[in-house]
T-cell receptor, first 112, second 114 residues
């Protein structure tokens, strides 16, 4: 069965520092991967997605992610975070039938 | 106006009560989904519907039922609520266009069962 594992439940970081949120997946078929962000008291919104092509995917708000097939990873990165990036981040893989399987979530806390 | 709306946004109820959570969308999407979010567990799929006549169980459908009243409306019911159904519930929609199939989420309903 396909699954997604987010390796860190919480990531504290200082403002303007770089950050990496780690995501590993298991899948035996073609992989379509997503990162969603959930700001406090809001629903999820799409940050970026990998469907095919270039393994480096750029998203909104300066985030990017790299698809690594050999390591079955799709880590999310930002070179310099802001206070406003404080949120929960979810990695997800699309499975048969168009459904999404989500990871457990990573809480990013940006401190001044 | 929001594309995906959920009502109510917050609800407190008692064990054994019947509860309905409603979702409406103006995106014109065919596909709609219900998820629940629990701390440390991420989002888990309860039910999904690919069109008005198509309803499918997700990974955690026990204790829940759904109704797709129209393309734009998808309701989730808890026939007899229990405390471990306390969670944040999200509705989502998507439009199948080949590879894209991005899901768009509502703001969520926070349900507390006492």
């Amino acid at each position: 069965a396909q699954s997604v594992t987010q390796l860190d439940s919480q990531v504290p970081v200082f403002e303007e520092a770089p950050v990496e949120l780690r995501c590993n997946y298991s899948s035996s078929v073609s992989v379509y991967l997503f990162w969603y962000v959930q700001y406090p008291n809001q629903g999820l919104q799409l940050l970026l997605k990998y469907l095919s092509g270039s393994t480096l995917v750029k998203g909104i708000n300066g985030f990017e992610a790299e698809f690594n097939k050999s390591q079955t990873s799709f880590h999310l990165r930002k070179p310099s975070v802001h206070i406003s990036d404080t949120a929960e981040y979810f990695c997800a893989v699309k499975v048969a039938g168009g459904k999404l399987i989500f990871g457990q979530g990573t809480e990013l806390s940006v401190k001044p | 106006d929001a594309d995906v709306t959920q009502t109510p946004r917050n609800r407190i109820t008692k064990t054994g009560k019947r509860i309905m959570l409603e979702c409406s969308q103006t995106k014109g999407h065919d596909r709609m989904y219900w998820y629940r979010q629990d701390p440390g567990l991420g989002l888990r799929l309860i039910y999904y519907s690919f069109d008005v006549k198509d309803i499918n169980k997700g990974e955690i459908s026990d204790g829940y039922s759904v109704s797709r009243q129209a393309q734009a409306k998808f309701s989730l019911s808890l026939e007899s609520a229990i405390p471990n159904q306390t969670a944040l519930y999200f509705c989502a929609t998507s439009d199948w266009t080949g590879l894209t199939d991005t899901q768009y989420f509502g703001p969520g309903t926070r349900l507390t069962v006492l």
